[in-house]
């Protein structure tokens, strides 16, 4: 399947395997996984790791994760090799094989496996891991075409004809190709806020495509949007709750990938994006005031940290004063609370008085 | 009837003598109930006469008279059954207790006078009736020739340890014959004797009963038997008893009697089968200790006094220098001096307001401390075998202190300590307290030596102990006290009286021990956590192996090699 990902990893090996021969301490390096360790280019568009990098030396200290991150690559190395594929609940599995050295929750395993991806910064998929989680939901005027599995043939999917459900994001899209003459996509953060769009037929209304995200967006519903969108010039606009995970979690993943994985942010992130809201303003200009709830702890720390040390909002003042907006109202907003005004205000009233004026959203 | 004997009557022509015509009959007689009931450590309990008292003409009778008369006509039975909680046998349990204890004193007084490696076998069996037991005590020692035998397993208070300022075990000075009496009371069985002293000699059987009315012993039967034994004893007793497992029991007396006894062998069979068997974990006899003269600071006005009255001596001064420990001609002419008495005078002359100032003078003058050779300490070597031969433990210490002194008597004190193994962790640290080779099983918080145990700082140890308790954990605390009179709370001689000096001693002992397993589980901490490191990188470093040869496809020699390499860098790196 992929010479490249058996050679990485078997130079690797080789490396250690040296190392071991010449009485040295092993050691393996990965790149430093946070924010910290995070850049971001306003032209590129997306977050970029930075050149820290975490030593991992064997001791007796790190020998239980140096085995187990041994033990996955040389699993790795299997799949790849048998052109096989594995969830991570199934790599999680496989370690119960292991003895001592088996993972006891899968969380364990999945630092793991992002570990060994950001060492040869190659992603998951390439090792051969693929994950469990939903990519995300679509409804609108799009047309994905796809191909039968067994017999490669074309499926054309018009993903206007799902009646009350909708099309499931796949976690490998790189196959797929589209069809559309929506002129924007609309990533949504809420299912229930989808299924309200979807019911009375905003995306024929507004002319275009509705994505579930369903929190934050998955790499696969990230990398789908970011196809469809530079293939077809697409505008995205993001509709989040208006509070700091909604803004610089939700928001901040979808437009310029995670801290975490920030190897591979350069595909898995939508730099066209921007977003609608809710803002903060929103409440003054929509009278939500008396639908808000005050900020907790929690959202003014996650606030905070944002404004402290999240290169994206630092480098765009509309996100600082966006945010520092909040913190002094002292209150959030959710997607849900313009019901107050009529069930539907959101539909007749809100997003279309929004969409009129594009050029104001946040970046 | 007789009076009965007891052993603060040892100067008993003075006493019956009258004490003067000035005096009446109730004023004797209370004279006689006082001095009756002061322990006397001075003198030795030889036998009184028992002469009759001469009878008082009718017309003098008093109600004192009456009384006094009374007073005189306590049998021995009834001093017994009266007394009987002061000899240790207030119930059926401890009366079990009792009677072994004092026969196994017997036995291990007996061989190490002989110096003989003390056997003792200790058999208890249950007879039908559910609260009768048989307990058999048999020795390996001397033996005792054929005419004493009678008086000393049938006579009260017979025996020849009283009072001689000497360590030894038997104080108690009730012996045997008590325990006999005991069982005779309870039972109506006589005590059964088997004895030889040699293998040329014949071993003799009785059967005695004692006269409780006369304290003398009734020979039931008198023959020669055939006993495999060459030498030895062996006494049976039939008692109402009770067996109880458990603290305080005999199995635990046994035990700690092999404790404080480290070059006898014991065996003990119960009535439920039990068969415990503690080996000698010493050949070697412990020193015999020696008797020394009392120290001056040692003694009370009351046994002055008696000294007085009994000396030898022609003259004060003499007295002074012959009869106590420490005193030279100079020091006693000093104390004399400082009493305003002639040193020339008679000590039997001395009256009572004179010895009242030589006793006060004697206690002004500074002496120096008694000898402290007269000590017969257990000795580390053999405390430290004898644990380790009893206690199932991972660390052993043992601390004879230096001989020290308390008012005028030489003690020593010696700590022996057993830790971990199967010892319950969550639990009080067990103490065994013993006085001159005797466990002490009874009132621990009363005695001297759980007081010190209480008052010693554990936690600077890496002990746990809670406010005023004994220590927490796997802890073993053996506190012994050798002296030529061990200071006992009560008459029941079963906690050591808290003298100053004395609680000192234990502390200083307690506290190096503490510091040594202080040691031991700081070692034992280390050296734990380095094991489990080792064993945390053992068990991890395998994984390594086997990923680089699935990844790099080599041998299995190879991953062998690979996993020695790392071993070797680990430990490399580690050290």
Same mark, same amino acid.
């Given at each position: 399947?992929?010479k490249?990902?058996?050679?990485?990893?078997?130079?690797?090996?080789?490396?250690?395997? /040296?190392?071991?021969?010449k009485?040295?301490?092993?050691?393996l390096?990965?790149?430093?996984?946070?924010?910290?360790?995070?850049?971001?280019?306003?032209?590129?568009?997306?977050?970029?790791?930075?050149?820290?990098?975490?030593?991992?030396?064997?001791?007796?200290?790190?020998?239980?994760?140096?085995?187990?991150?041994? #033990?996955?690559?040389?699993?790795?190395?299997?799949?790849?090799?048998?052109?096989?594929?594995?969830?991570? #609940?199934?790599?999680?599995?496989?370690?119960? @094989?292991?003895?001592?050295?088996?993972?006891?929750?899968?969380?364990?395993?999945?630092?793991?496996?992002?570990?060994?991806?950001?060492?040869?910064?190659?992603?998951?998929?390439?090792?051969?891991?693929?994950?469990?989680?939903?990519?995300?939901?679509?409804?609108?005027?799009?047309?994905?075409?796809?191909?039968d599995?067994?017999?490669?043939?074309?499926?054309?999917?018009?993903?206007?004809?799902?009646?009350?459900?909708?099309?499931?994001?796949?976690?490998?899209?790189?196959?797929?190709?589209?069809?559309?003459?929506?002129?924007?996509?609309?990533?949504?953060?809420?299912?229930?806020?989808?299924?309200?769009?979807?019911?009375?037929?905003?995306y024929?209304?507004?002319?275009?495509?509705?994505?579930?995200?369903?929190?934050?967006?998955?790499?696969?519903?990230?990398?789908?949007?970011?196809?469809?969108?530079? @293939?077809?010039?697409?505008?995205?606009?993001?509709?989040?709750?208006?509070?700091?995970?909604?803004?610089?979690?939700?928001? #901040?993943?979808?437009?310029?990938?995670?801290?975490?994985?920030?190897?591979?942010?350069?595909?898995f992130?939508?730099?066209?994006?921007?977003?609608?809201?809710?803002?903060?303003?929103?409440?003054?200009?929509?009278?939500?005031?008396?639908?808000?709830?005050?900020?907790?702890?929690?959202?003014?720390?996650?606030?905070?940290? &944002?404004?402290?040390?999240?290169?994206?909002?630092?480098?765009?003042?509309?996100?600082?004063?966006?945010?520092?907006?909040?913190?002094?109202?002292?209150?959030?907003?959710?997607?849900?609370?313009?019901?107050?005004?009529?069930?539907?205000?959101?539909?007749?009233?809100?997003?279309?008085?929004?969409?009129?004026n594009?050029?104001?959203?946040?970046? | 009837?007789?009076?009965?004997?007891?052993?603060?009557?040892?100067?008993? /022509?003075?006493?019956?003598?009258s004490?003067?015509?000035?005096?009446?009959?109730?004023?004797?007689?209370?004279?006689?109930?006082?001095?009756?009931?002061?322990?006397?450590? &001075?003198?030795?309990?030889?036998?009184?006469?028992?002469?009759?008292?001469?009878?008082?003409?009718?017309?003098?009778?008093?109600?004192?008279?009456?009384?006094?008369?009374?007073?005189r006509?306590?049998?021995?039975?009834?001093?017994?059954?009266?007394?009987?909680?002061?000899?240790?046998?207030?119930?059926?349990?401890?009366?079990?207790?009792?009677?072994? /204890?004092?026969?196994?004193?017997?036995?291990?007084?007996?061989?190490?006078?002989?110096?003989?490696?003390?056997?003792?076998?200790?058999?208890?069996?249950?007879?039908?009736?559910?609260?009768?037991?048989?307990?058999?005590?048999?020795?390996?020692?001397?033996?005792?020739?054929?005419?004493?035998?009678?008086?000393?397993?049938?006579?009260?208070?017979?025996?020849?340890?009283?009072?001689?300022?000497?360590?030894?075990?038997?104080?108690?000075?009730?012996?045997?014959?008590?325990?006999?009496?005991?069982?005779?009371?309870?039972?109506?069985?006589?005590?059964?004797?088997?004895?030889?002293?040699?293998?040329? /000699?014949?071993?003799?059987y009785?059967?005695?009963?004692?006269?409780?009315a006369?304290?003398k012993?009734?020979?039931?039967?008198?023959?020669?038997?055939?006993?495999?034994?060459?030498?030895?004893?062996?006494v049976?007793?039939?008692?109402?008893?009770?067996?109880?497992?458990?603290?305080?029991?005999?199995?635990?007396?046994?035990?700690?009697?092999?404790?404080?006894?480290?070059?006898?062998?014991?065996?003990?069979?119960?009535?439920?089968?039990?068969k415990?068997?503690?080996?000698?974990?010493?050949?070697?006899?412990?020193?015999?200790?020696?008797?020394?003269?009392?120290?001056?600071?040692?003694?009370?006005?009351?046994?002055?006094?008696?000294?007085?009255?009994?000396?030898?001596?022609?003259?004060?001064?003499?007295?002074?220098?012959?009869?106590f420990?420490?005193?030279?001609?100079?020091?006693?002419?000093?104390?004399?001096?400082?009493?305003?008495?002639?040193?020339?005078?008679?000590?039997?002359?001395?009256?009572?307001?004179? &010895?009242?100032?030589?006793?006060?003078?004697?206690?002004?003058?500074?002496?120096?401390?008694?000898?402290?050779?007269?000590?017969?300490?257990i000795?580390?070597?053999?405390?430290?075998?004898?644990?380790?031969?009893?206690?199932?433990?991972?660390?052993?210490?043992?601390?004879?202190r230096?001989?020290?002194?308390?008012r005028?008597?030489?003690?020593?004190?010696?700590v022996?300590a057993?830790?971990?193994?199967?010892?319950?962790?969550?639990?009080?640290?067990?103490?065994?307290?013993?006085a @001159?080779?005797?466990?002490?099983?009874?009132?621990?918080?009363?005695?001297?030596?759980?007081?010190?145990?209480?008052?010693?700082?554990?936690?600077?140890?890496?002990?746990?102990?809670?406010?005023?308790?004994?220590?927490?954990?796997?802890?073993?605390?053996?506190?012994?006290?050798?002296?030529?009179?061990?200071?006992?709370?009560?008459?029941?001689?079963?906690?050591?009286?808290?003298?100053?000096?004395?609680?000192?001693?234990?502390?200083?002992a307690?506290?190096?021990?503490?510091?040594?397993?202080?040691?031991?589980?700081?070692?034992?901490?280390?050296?734990?956590?380095?094991?489990?490191?080792?064993?945390?990188?053992?068990?991890?470093?395998?994984?390594?192996?086997?990923?680089? #040869?699935?990844?790099?496809?080599?041998?299995?020699?190879?991953?062998?090699?690979?996993?020695?390499?790392?071993?070797?860098?680990?430990?490399?790196?580690?050290?």
């Amino acid at each position: 399947m992929d010479k490249t990902t058996e050679k990485l990893i078997w130079v690797a090996a080789e490396k250690l395997y /040296k190392e071991i021969l010449k009485k040295e301490v092993p050691m393996l390096d990965f790149p430093m996984r946070s924010l910290e360790n995070v850049t971001y280019d306003k032209k590129k568009g997306f977050f970029e790791i930075g050149d820290r990098v975490v030593e991992r030396s064997l001791s007796y200290n790190t020998i239980k994760t140096f085995a187990q991150t041994i #033990r996955m690559m040389a699993l790795s190395h299997e799949i790849v090799r048998k052109n096989d594929m594995a969830t991570k #609940r199934e790599a999680y599995y496989v370690s119960k @094989n292991w003895g001592e050295a088996r993972f006891t929750e899968q969380p364990e395993s999945d630092t793991i496996m992002d570990d060994i991806e950001a060492h040869f910064r190659i992603n998951r998929e390439k090792l051969g891991f693929i994950p469990e989680e939903k990519g995300g939901d679509i409804v609108g005027k799009l047309v994905v075409i796809d191909k039968d599995p067994n017999t490669g043939k074309d499926i054309r999917i018009d993903c206007t004809g799902f009646g009350t459900g909708a099309y499931s994001i796949p976690t490998d899209c790189e196959g797929l190709q589209y069809e559309t003459k929506a002129k924007f996509i609309l990533a949504i953060e809420t299912a229930g806020m989808f299924q309200r769009l979807v019911k009375h037929n905003f995306y024929t209304t507004a002319d275009c495509i509705l994505i579930s995200m369903g929190g934050v967006p998955t790499r696969a519903c990230r990398r789908f949007i970011r196809r469809l969108a530079d @293939n077809h010039k697409l505008e995205v606009y993001a509709f989040v709750d208006g509070d700091p995970y909604g803004m610089t979690n939700i928001y #901040r993943t979808l437009k310029v990938g995670s801290g975490n994985n920030a190897h591979l942010n350069k595909f898995f992130c939508v730099p066209q994006a921007s977003y609608l809201g809710v803002t903060p303003q929103d409440i003054i200009d929509y009278k939500l005031k008396d639908a808000t709830h005050p900020l907790e702890e929690v959202d003014i720390k996650r606030a905070k940290d &944002a404004l402290k040390n999240d290169p994206f909002i630092k480098s765009h003042k509309p996100w600082r004063d966006a945010i520092n907006q909040m913190l002094t109202m002292g209150v959030r907003v959710e997607q849900q609370a313009f019901a107050k005004h009529g069930l539907n205000h959101v539909i007749e009233k809100y997003l279309p008085t929004k969409l009129k004026n594009t050029s104001k959203f946040l970046p | 009837m007789k009076r009965i004997r007891t052993k603060t009557m040892s100067k008993p /022509k003075r006493k019956r003598a009258s004490p003067g015509p000035n005096l009446s009959k109730a004023k004797k007689a209370a004279v006689r109930i006082l001095v009756k009931n002061i322990p006397d450590p &001075a003198v030795n309990g030889t036998k009184p006469p028992m002469e009759k008292i001469p009878p008082v003409p009718k017309e003098f009778v008093t109600e004192a008279d009456k009384m006094a008369a009374k007073q005189r006509d306590i049998s021995v039975s009834e001093f017994f059954l009266k007394n009987r909680h002061l000899l240790g046998f207030d119930n059926p349990k401890k009366a079990l207790l009792t009677t072994i /204890k004092e026969a196994v004193d017997n036995s291990l007084d007996a061989c190490e006078e002989a110096k003989i490696l003390p056997e003792i076998l200790v058999e208890v069996k249950q007879l039908e009736q559910q609260d009768r037991f048989v307990v058999v005590v048999e020795d390996n020692g001397p033996g005792v020739v054929r005419e004493q035998i009678p008086s000393i397993f049938g006579k009260l208070l017979y025996g020849s340890k009283f009072h001689s300022m000497k360590q030894s075990r038997g104080q108690q000075g009730i012996g045997i014959s008590a325990a006999g009496m005991y069982g005779q009371l309870t039972t109506g069985v006589s005590t059964k004797i088997t004895s030889r002293i040699s293998r040329k /000699k014949p071993a003799h059987y009785f059967e005695i009963q004692i006269d409780t009315a006369k304290n003398k012993p009734t020979i039931l039967k008198d023959e020669i038997v055939n006993w495999k034994k060459p030498q030895g004893t062996r006494v049976q007793i039939e008692l109402e008893a009770k067996y109880q497992k458990g603290p305080r029991s005999v199995e635990d007396y046994m035990r700690q009697t092999a404790l404080a006894n480290p070059h006898a062998t014991l065996i003990f069979k119960g009535p439920d089968g039990t068969k415990d068997e503690y080996k000698s974990a010493t050949r070697k006899l412990p020193t015999a200790p020696k008797e020394i003269k009392p120290h001056p600071h040692g003694v009370e006005l009351g046994i002055l006094m008696k000294m007085l009255k009994s000396s030898t001596s022609r003259r004060v001064s003499g007295f002074l220098a012959h009869d106590f420990a420490r005193i030279s001609s100079k020091t006693a002419a000093g104390i004399c001096q400082q009493a305003g008495i002639d040193p020339e005078a008679k000590p039997t002359a001395i009256a009572h307001g004179e &010895a009242d100032k030589l006793y006060r003078a004697m206690n002004a003058t500074k002496i120096m401390n008694p000898p402290t050779n007269c000590l017969s300490p257990i000795g580390e070597p053999a405390l430290l075998a004898a644990l380790k031969a009893n206690v199932d433990a991972d660390f052993y210490t043992a601390i004879t202190r230096p001989p020290s002194v308390y008012r005028g008597n030489p003690f020593q004190i010696e700590v022996a300590a057993a830790y971990g193994g199967k010892m319950p962790m969550e639990e009080l640290a067990q103490l065994l307290r013993l006085a @001159n080779r005797v466990p002490l099983l009874y009132q621990q918080s009363a005695c001297a030596t759980a007081k010190s145990v209480l008052q010693t700082a554990w936690k600077n140890y890496g002990i746990q102990q809670s406010k005023g308790a004994l220590p927490t954990g796997p802890l073993m605390i053996a506190i012994h006290m050798a002296s030529v009179w061990v200071p006992f709370t009560s008459e029941s001689k079963e906690a050591v009286a808290s003298y100053p000096e004395i609680i000192r001693e234990i502390k200083l002992a307690l506290q190096e021990c503490g510091r040594r397993l202080d040691a031991y589980i700081r070692r034992g901490a280390r050296d734990a956590e380095a094991k489990r490191k080792k064993d945390y990188i053992r068990s991890y470093l395998p994984h390594i192996g086997i990923g680089l #040869r699935e990844i790099l496809g080599f041998k299995q020699t190879d991953e062998k090699k690979v996993l020695g390499l790392l071993t070797d860098i680990l430990e490399k790196e580690r050290a």
